[in-house]
């Protein structure tokens, strides 16, 4: 079974959600700081991590930016404010996803399915896909930009393989919701946005300007060639 | 009562208005009384020199006429005639009885009776008397040796006339002055009152939300004072609304950790139910129906700190309205044994007018405003009987202003009187009886009001033709009917996170 690494400092949270996420057939490991979490996924990486906000010492943005620098490992982010800055600081951090507490179990553990099942390959049909200087293999779970390999999460992948699959096609929000995050009507759009622009960063020549992963007004996204 | 009431028409005038007013009466009221002035000595001294004038020259023809008169055998018509006098001036004689005129129209009677009878009875005397509308000066010199009168009567005609012009020129430059003392009054109010309208400025931003409006104290020493005592009491406000808005919100953040280990922990009772006696299965239940009720409760508290600490945010999406209502109905029903929501009861009707419509919305905010719409009437009204999504006004061409999504209950309607009661905190008026399990926590309609405001919407309730209560929502269309592109800035903050998101709101 999947193994998760819980992070968080409050002791009967910690408690609660690793029996709640046992339940649901998870191997739970959990530790009460970021500092502690970076050590343990050095030593014993995890396949998804959930990082409470709001941590004494290295806070959860610090500790998943550590962690990305080693891993395009799964990260949602729980976070006890649904307030724009928070949600936006930790998307930008790294995080794939986010859970706002107090969260129901059933609920989170549709979020870590959603995501465990993003981190197997994708299915496309297409074995490469290709636009500017970018070369996608779907099924290798790889990106190439001018040959060199770029490392992207697996949410960025599944991303960039919507929109690389349906190239000249606008993607609205709640599509690209459904498809790669498993939202319904009402999921959060700022997590769409903030991929987008994590994505932009690393196959935009001028993410400022881009080229390819265009904004269509009042619709969605695009991929132009 | 007359004192009284023209204070209140001062007072209504405005200040502005009525320093004008003081500065044109104080203008008009000096240039009169300098006018009045000139006038009246520029009057007396023409008079006195006109009379003196006059005077001198009756006197030297009196002179003549006495030597002429002593003479025998003259012709007295021939003699005035010969009489050199000031242009506008005529003779008149009285000798042996007789009277004399150098004019047809000025004769004895011209003559005041009064003068006549002075001046007969041996005194020189002159006065000026009205003649015919004319104004005339008459001076006369009795002369006793001969046994006559000389009388010279002169039309200050003229001179009335220069005296017309010189009033007529008073006035008009009493009037300049009244006006342009008006017109300094105004200038100089309006730049007295010129930091005020800064301060005005600033108050209104304060009460429509801005609290950390300021005002710039400049170099004036009496405007420093009102600018920093302004300034002190905006920062006063603004730190208490904040504080309390931050102990609200600080209040609801710190329930959500034990309300998480509560939440975890039954979810992990729920998923063992099974193993329960029925006993504890219904005390199971009883825990999670309060548990999901006390979790809105914290979740609508800390969503009226954000409105009432001003920080609450619209993240506006463009979406086809009817798909909206749609979703949103959907989102609010509960979700069957399938793992999917169960479809509603009632119907959502789209009007066809609606459609091509694009609407600028909060979609989060929107999905709340119609659970707490669906909930109320669960609650209170025996559930929706329809959900109708129109536009305003209706029809199917051009020019909507905005859309309207109304649900209709099953209750017993809302009398008039609480319409607009229902939308405060935690009213419950004459519904308090009707408490159902699972109870609303008393902010959904306050919070529904809040979300449709934050839109630039409103909400009211109606009569449904069905006979129960009609929830009507209003949310402008911004652009006139929605073309699919949206001018790139939404009607409330922005969140702030770039690029992206910025453009599609």
Known sequence: ???????????RIRLSMRLALEDEGYTVDDVASGEDAVAHFADDPSELVLIDLMLPGMDGFETCRALRKQSTVPVIMVTARSDTHDVVAGLEAGADDYVTKPFVAKEL????????????????????LTFGDVEIEPDAGVVRRGGEEVHCTRTEFRLLCELAVNTGKVLSREQLLERVWGYDYFGDGRLVDVHVRRLRIKVEPDPG????????????????? | MGAQSRTHLLHRLGLRARVTAAFAVGAFALSAVLAGITYFTARQSFLNERQTAVQRQAFVNASLVQDSLRSSGVQVNQLLESVDTLPGSRSVLRWQGQWYATSISVGLNAIPAEERALVLGGKPASQRFSLNGSIELVVGVPLPAVHADYFEVFSLQELAGTLRALAFALGAAALVTTVAGAAVGRWASGRALRPLVGITDAAVAIAGGQLDTRVEAGQDADLLKLASAFNRMAANLQARIEREARFTSDVSHELRSPLTTLSASVGVLEGHRDELDPRAQRALSLLDGDLQRFKRMVDDLLEISRFDAGSAELSLDEVDPGELVRQAVMATS???????RIEPVYPVEVAPGVDGLRLRVDKRRFERIMANLVDNASLYAGGVTRVVVDRDPPGTAQGANSILVIVEDHGPGVPLADRADLFERFYRGTRSGQRASGDGTGLGLSLVAEHVNLHGGSVRIEDAASGGARFVVELPLTDGGGSGSGDGSGGGGGSGSGDAQGVLR
């Open chain 2, 334 to 340: 509960p979700i069957g044994e399938d793992g999917r």
């Open chain 1, 209 to 225: 300007n881009p080229q390819f992963i265009l904004t269509v007004r009042g619709m969605g996204y695009k991929l132009a060639v």
């Open chain 1, 1 to 11: 079974m999947s193994r998760i690494l819980v992070v968080e400092d409050d002791e």
């Open chain 1, 109 to 128: 553990a549709a979020r870590i399915r959603a995501l465990l099942r993003r981190s197997r390959p994708t299915e496309t049909g297409a074995s490469v």
